[in-house]
């Protein structure tokens, strides 16, 4: 027998997502007119915030950092804190209000900071390994000649990994200013359209 072919589910209902978060919006409004705090976010909108930002990690542009879940959780802080600020009725391409694409382009953005933060942390950790007098911290050559002989080797070849990257790098970035140069992009649109309910 042939399978009965099952129509995909979304992990997020975008229509009942939109109407929560335009629901939410409404009565922080409210709320903040009458001077009361923020009301808590409903279980509902920060469980599909968690579950977008989820999604979009495991998308191929993310899903290999091994901060991966930091990603994550910077997003759904983002998220929980731009939830206010949504406008349901803020024009859209197909007309009709689209929480799923407005909390999803913020995640993507919070994730494209975390990986400039980390990439930034990874050059500071590679420059003070390169840059420390690990000298000092190696082991007597008069207490241990084996010891201190199998830790320098360690030290040189570490130092030669890091000189290696940075010239790696280096000719990538000749390269990409050689064959890109300044040019604009064409479209300012990211590809998340797999991500997007209709």
Same mark, same amino acid.
């Given at each position: 027998?042939? #399978?009965?072919?099952?129509?995909?589910?979304?992990?997020?209902?975008?229509?009942?997502?939109?109407?929560?978060?335009?629901?939410?919006?409404?009565?922080?409004?409210?709320?903040?007119?009458?001077?009361?705090?923020?009301?808590?976010?409903?279980?509902?909108?920060?469980?599909?915030?968690?579950?977008?930002?989820?999604?979009?990690?495991?998308?191929?542009?993310?899903?290999?950092?091994?901060?991966?879940?930091?990603?994550?959780?910077?997003?759904?802080?983002?998220?929980?804190?731009?939830?206010?600020?949504?406008?349901?009725?803020?024009?859209?391409?197909?007309?009709?209000?689209?929480?799923?694409?407005?909390?999803?382009?913020?995640?993507?953005?919070?994730?494209?900071?975390?990986?400039?933060?980390?990439?930034?942390?990874?050059?500071?950790?590679?420059?003070?390994?390169?840059?420390?007098?690990?000298?000092?911290?190696?082991?007597?050559?008069?207490?241990?000649?084996?010891?201190?002989?199998?830790?320098?080797?360690?030290?040189?070849?570490?130092?030669?990994?890091?000189?290696?990257?940075?010239?790696?790098?280096?000719?990538?970035?000749?390269? #990409?200013?050689?064959?890109?140069?300044?040019?604009?992009?064409?479209?300012?649109?990211?590809?998340?359209?797999?991500?997007?309910?209709?």
């Amino acid at each position: 027998m042939a #399978r009965e072919k099952r129509a995909k589910e979304h992990y997020v209902d975008n229509k009942k997502f939109t109407q929560a978060v335009i629901d939410y919006t409404r009565v922080v409004k409210k709320a903040r007119q009458s001077g009361q705090p923020d009301p808590i976010v409903p279980d509902y909108i920060a469980s599909c915030i968690l579950r977008m930002c989820e999604g979009l990690s495991h998308k191929s542009n993310f899903i290999r950092y091994t901060y991966r879940e930091e990603m994550v959780m910077d997003g759904v802080e983002n998220c929980l804190k731009a939830l206010a600020n949504y406008d349901g009725d803020a024009k859209t391409r197909s007309g009709n209000p689209n929480a799923f694409g407005y909390f999803t382009q913020i995640s993507w953005f919070a994730f494209l900071r975390r990986i400039t933060k980390e990439k930034k942390q990874q050059e500071l950790k590679l420059r003070f390994i390169a840059e420390s007098g690990l000298d000092e911290f190696m082991v007597d050559p008069d207490e241990d000649p084996e010891v201190a002989k199998i830790v320098r080797n360690f030290v040189d070849e570490l130092r030669r990994k890091i000189d290696d990257v940075k010239d790696k790098d280096q000719k990538f970035n000749t390269y #990409r200013k050689q064959k890109i140069g300044n040019r604009k992009r064409k479209s300012l649109d990211s590809d998340l359209t797999e991500l997007f309910e209709e």
